[in-house]
């Protein structure tokens, strides 16, 4: 049955590619990289998801859809579709200072360089010693428990970032974010909570700008800090053993293991929270020019939101995560609008709000888009399209027809594609996805090495690689719009 299922597949594939003749989408890399540039600039301060510099970057790009007269598909007639999201703005005055028991001082760490608060850190000035405490878990049920033994109250409580690759004799941890692990320390007294990276991974995880906390309570009142591992190498220096030591220890013997350092830091946190505040989608369309097929669209998108700024001092200008993107939805729709492009079906153009909190924008348009989800045909989803070195196309697994059109479009083109996919959806393509809508996730390989850094700038972008990408979604956009592909029953949902 799968063999006749993979031959019957290829079979639809090469019909419909057999269709096409030629690919002469050229977009113009100059003023995409202009509109990276611009969005990734200080000016927006790295487009925090409901702030005063994403509404400004939301309506840049509001009105660069009116000057290429793409029609509003928002709330009551505008480009904005509003979306509720929860809000945590990080403001001066930001300290972190360690020192040993007499008040000497070890290290005046510098933020954005040795450390950076948790985007929904909460706020205080503390002044404790420094205890830790494993991965941050209490799963007592499970067999274990990294405060068994310990009093942590009215300490600042460090812990691993990343869960363990193991999982308890009792059951498995499932999915724990960092708001999990800075409730567990406050339910038991601390006063904040420092991250370390897993020193034994091959590349430990660096200090990052992310809104990605989880489900839970916030609790506005404790720190939640991200530290550098030579931070972590002062704050252990007395300690017998070696963070490595300490990371093998318990994940060889899946044992707990808790110390008192005998060192101290001196913290100060200033975090404005809000439980809902609302951000925006920037949706238009372009309608198709048969009157049959104009009532079926196809979804172009991208994310713009970033991960913001922290007090003043450091922003993430999110060049590749997502401006690359955001930009590439643009240039394609100036692209068909300015050589008349042919398109049968309507072509949604949007831009999401609040993926890096977890999908919000794109999981609320799904639930509350302007189309019935049925008439979407496809969706052409680009995130991270600007750095690395070749052509990632996800969701081929659940959207073979179309993975394999996209295939045949890169052959004839730039042959950058690599072969290799998955299923799922991935980022925003999940929420329609999850619809049942036919999805390809464009993303570049080795596309992160700046993935939510400060050095996320235009000036580290792989242009011809951009250039080719949006290329190759631009040509495949314009085939589904000319049903050269329809849409496809989505497996392996």
Avoid at 127 to 154: M, N, Q, R, T
Wanted: proline share 3%.
């Amino acid at each position: 049955m799968k063999v006749i299922s993979s031959i019957l597949i290829f079979l639809l594939s090469f019909n419909l590619i057999s269709q096409t003749t030629t690919y002469k989408s050229n977009i113009n890399s100059k003023r995409m990289i202009a509109t990276v540039k611009e969005l990734s600039s200080k000016k927006y301060m790295g487009r925090l998801p409901g702030s005063k510099e994403y509404f400004m970057a939301a309506n840049y790009m509001l009105k660069q859809y009116k000057n290429i007269n793409l029609k509003p598909f928002g709330d009551s007639g505008t480009y904005f579709q509003y979306v509720p999201i929860e809000y945590n703005e990080i403001q001066k005055p930001a300290k972190l200072l360690i020192t040993n028991s007499q008040n000497k001082t070890l290290k005046n760490c510098k933020l954005g360089k040795e450390y950076i608060f948790r985007g929904f850190t909460g706020s205080g000035k503390v002044k404790a010693e420094i205890v830790f405490c494993g991965y941050g878990i209490s799963k007592p049920e499970l067999g274990y428990d990294d405060y068994a033994g310990i009093d942590v109250k009215d300490k600042i409580v460090i812990v691993f970032k990343q869960n363990p690759k193991w999982e308890p004799k009792n059951g498995k941890f499932g999915a724990l974010y960092t708001r999990y692990k800075a409730n567990v320390a406050a339910e038991r007294g601390a006063k904040a909570i420092l991250f370390i990276s897993l020193p034994n991974d091959e590349k430990p995880q660096p200090i990052i700008g992310s809104l990605m906390e989880g489900e839970g309570i916030q609790n506005i009142d404790l720190p939640q800090i991200h530290v550098t591992l030579s931070v972590a190498d002062i704050i252990f220096k007395d300690v017998s053993m070696t963070l490595k030591q300490i990371q093998l220890i318990i994940d060889s013997t899946k044992q707990t293991l808790n110390i008192k350092t005998g060192v101290y830091a001196d913290i100060e946190a200033n975090a404005k929270y809000e439980k809902e505040r609302l951000s925006v989608n920037v949706v238009g369309y372009m309608e198709g020019n048969d009157p049959v097929l104009k009532d079926e669209y196809v979804l172009v998108s991208s994310h713009l939101d970033h991960v913001g700024s922290q007090a003043g001092e450091v922003y993430f200008p999110g060049a590749n995560d997502n401006a690359s993107g955001s930009a590439a939805v643009l240039e394609m729709a100036q692209y068909i609008k300015e050589n008349n492009i042919e398109h049968k079906r309507s072509i949604i153009f949007m831009l999401y709000t609040s993926e890096e909190q977890g999908l919000i924008g794109s999981d609320f348009f799904a639930d509350h888009s302007p189309v019935n989800v049925d008439k979407i045909i496809a969706q052409i989803n680009m995130d991270c399209i600007a750095y690395g070195d070749s052509i990632h196309i996800g969701n081929g697994k659940s959207a073979p027809i179309l993975w394999n059109h996209i295939d045949s479009i890169d052959s004839q083109t730039s042959n950058l594609m690599i072969k290799d996919t998955w299923a799922g959806g991935g980022a925003d393509a999940n929420g329609m996805h999850k619809k049942g809508v036919p999805a390809a996730y464009f993303v570049t390989k080795n596309s992160y090495a700046h993935l939510h850094l400060p050095t996320d700038k235009v000036n580290t972008l792989n242009v011809k690689l951009y250039e080719n990408l949006v290329n190759l979604a631009t040509n495949t956009v314009i085939d589904i719009t000319n049903s050269k592909y329809n849409r496809e029953i989505v497996i392996n949902k």
